[in-house]
């Protein structure tokens, strides 16, 4: 990779955000653990009394019941007091787990009860995802609203669930809720002749008005509190107030917001005076836990052997002198204190020449549909992003869709695969204008947002779960490889929403909830009703890209276009790489005629590829020094990089450092 796609351009910025090292992503500069200094006092959602669907063939979860007075979980099957066992903390998270399991089933069966969104909510926030629990809230608000409006889409589905949740809870089948929400003892019981009574429909629209409203605001702006997303936060929690005059909750919840935010300005300098801040300024982008689910099924083993097979059967069509290899790399560490520890080694995978190659020669190319152009002008072409001709002649070659008219490809080969992979669900669906257009500031976050949507085009297209995509499917997403049963802690022994596990993943309920619920209607998708849409996915998904994509920028330096090569990602990263790349269409890898010039390096290594040779190339401009370089990569390595140049210059720092110390004491 030269120095033209280094980070220190758009090109490379958007390439440094791999936190696998086997891939690379596309913003590292605000990707860092959160700094603002803010002091969250928000753990587990309270308020949250919220029962399960109603569903008389489903399964009856776990009472995972909180009280929405003191914001204290209340969790049947995890031991009281602190958790200081491995085995009493695992036997709490897996009756969690059991519960949420429970829960999602429910959710496939009963996708309009308002009441088990509510508690598959509270159950996310009980096992440290406070991301996941922002997710179903907002569709219990949804639900809520659909509720409310007789034209609404889903009004009579909605209406059907929650009569359902009503009837099972007065005939204590279930209980909906205990505490906060109760049903009168003397409210009408129902004729099984008639159906459904007026009084049990009127049940209905009060719990949505006064009950499930109030819990899903609160369990929103908790989550987003949790997530670092005041701005949206303050929204949700003004409009929870509004609806809710009474809500003692959500009056509280608004004045932490505002003291969390004095604290976010204050700890850069700036007085805080609300009525002169612009809201756009408020925070709204955070970090949340970036990990292989326990439920998810999806994730094949990338190193097996069958995985392998696949793979070097993709390889060959691209790169047919190089070949995947399963491989050890060290495992990164995010702690920058203290000498440098020997590395621990994790299995994963790289790519590796099978003869000897010459410099400059090119040994990949790859095209790939995974691909998005962050402006709405572009003239691109839709499936590559390869630049089509601007002059009237040139344009002759240009290919547009047959229906919509208005989608150009460069070429018919690109107008089938488009036609086949992506672009039916999309064809006329008015989806383009989502996330596009983006502001300076947050237009990387939405190029992965619109490289999302591109996954969810070809998902609905191809009738195939997102995870189960080509593209994605054997990409790491760097997840961390902690036990969950080891390191996670119990809503009751301590505060952190996280439960002890680290966020490194970003989040922001624009792009991460919003923008995609959003385009999936654009498509019609029933966002209730699909669950393989769910907030999960998306994570997961982001947590792939995010370690993969690569962009070109613009003439004004804002990145343009970006996309994923899934077979390219698998080369890991070296601050002395032995490989350049250039995307333009296509995904180029070149083998370089000059290795990088440093001082540690034994016996200079000749340019050119070896037989057996690991192809490596770079995420950040390899001319910075150890620390910067390791600060801007960080985001797409998920730790600091422990190639062997930075380990030989950390070293040689750490030496100098305690040298001059030395000479500052006198000794």
Request: hydrophobic share 35%; glycine share 6%; with cysteine.
């Amino acid at each position: 990779m030269s120095a033209q796609n280094s980070l220190q351009s758009v090109n490379d910025t958007l390439n440094g955000l791999t936190i696998s090292p086997t891939t690379r992503g596309l913003h590292a500069v605000e990707d860092s653990s959160r700094d603002d200094g803010v002091t969250s006092s928000v753990g587990a959602t309270s308020g949250s009394n919220v029962g399960a669907d109603g569903s008389n063939n489903a399964k009856a979860p776990v009472n995972l019941l909180q009280e929405a007075d003191s914001g204290l979980s209340k969790t049947d099957g995890i031991p009281d007091g602190p958790v200081v066992s491995i085995k009493s903390r695992k036997d709490g998270l897996e009756a969690l787990l059991s519960n949420l399991e429970t829960l999602r089933e429910n959710s496939a069966e009963k996708p309009y009860s308002i009441s088990n969104h509510l508690a598959l909510a509270e159950a996310y926030a009980n096992l440290g995802y406070p991301d996941l629990c922002a997710g179903e809230a907002y569709k219990a608000l949804l639900l809520v609203d659909e509720l409310s409006d007789e034209s609404g889409e889903y009004h009579e589905l909605v209406v059907e669930a929650a009569e359902a949740d009503i009837r099972q809870a007065k005939d204590g089948a279930r209980p909906l809720a205990e505490q906060s929400l109760q049903i009168e003892a003397n409210a009408p019981v129902v004729n099984e002749d008639d159906g459904v009574t007026d009084a049990l429909a009127q049940d209905a629209m009060a719990f949505a008005e006064k009950q499930w409203s109030g819990t899903a605001y609160i369990q929103l702006t908790e989550s987003l509190m949790a997530c670092g997303c005041l701005k949206s936060a303050l929204e949700y929690c003004k409009r929870g107030c509004q609806a809710h005059t009474e809500n003692s909750i959500l009056r509280r919840l608004d004045q932490e917001i505002r003291h969390q935010l004095q604290q976010y300005f204050e700890n850069r300098g700036i007085t805080w005076e609300e009525k002169d801040m612009n809201i756009e300024d408020y925070p709204d982008r955070g970090l949340v836990r970036r990990e292989l689910y326990p439920w998810n099924d999806h994730e094949p083993d990338r190193c097996s052997e069958n995985s392998l097979r696949l793979l070097n059967e993709q390889m060959v069509e691209v790169a047919p002198k190089l070949e995947v290899r399963a491989t050890s790399l060290p495992l990164l560490t995010t702690s920058p204190e203290g000498p440098p520890e020997v590395p621990k080694t994790v299995t994963q995978l790289g790519v590796f020449a099978k003869e000897d190659i010459s410099p400059g020669e090119t040994i990949l190319d790859e095209r790939s549909l995974l691909t998005a152009s962050a402006r709405s002008d572009s003239p691109l072409c839709d499936a590559c992003s390869a630049a089509l001709p601007i002059t009237a002649l040139a344009a002759e070659g240009v290919i547009y869709c047959e229906d919509c008219d208005d989608t150009p490809f460069c070429s018919q080969t690109c107008h089938d695969l488009a036609v086949s992979a992506y672009h039916p669900a999309i064809c006329g669906a008015d989806a383009d204008a989502i996330a596009k257009d983006a502001p300076a500031a947050g237009a990387a976050d939405a190029l992965y947002s619109l490289l999302l949507c591109r996954a969810l085009a070809m998902a609905e297209t191809q009738d195939i779960h997102p995870l189960d995509l080509p593209e994605v499917k054997f990409i790491w997403g760097d997840y961390h490889s902690l036990t969950l049963s080891e390191v996670w802690t119990s809503p009751h022994s301590s505060p952190d929403p996280f439960r002890g596990i680290p966020q490194t993943l970003p989040f922001s309920f624009t792009h991460n909830i919003l923008h995609p619920l959003h385009f999936l209607e654009k498509m019609n998708v029933n966002i209730f009703e699909s669950t393989k849409y769910d907030t999960w996915v998306l994570n997961t998904l982001y947590a792939k890209f995010r370690g993969t994509a690569s962009a070109r920028q613009s003439a004004d330096g804002r990145p343009a276009v970006g996309a994923v090569h899934p077979l390219w990602c698998l080369a890991n990263h070296s601050c002395d790489p032995n490989v350049s790349w250039v995307w333009e269409g296509s995904m180029k890898f070149t083998v370089r005629e000059q290795r990088v010039l440093w001082k540690g390096r034994e016996i200079r290594e000749r340019p050119g590829l070896r037989k057996g040779e690991e192809v490596v190339g770079h995420y950040c401009d390899i001319d910075l020094d150890v620390g910067e370089r390791r600060e801007w990569a960080a985001g797409a390595l998920g730790g600091d990089c422990m190639c062997e140049r930075c380990v030989w210059e950390e070293r040689v720092e750490m030496e100098e450092k305690e040298k001059k110390e030395v000479r500052k004491t006198g000794g």
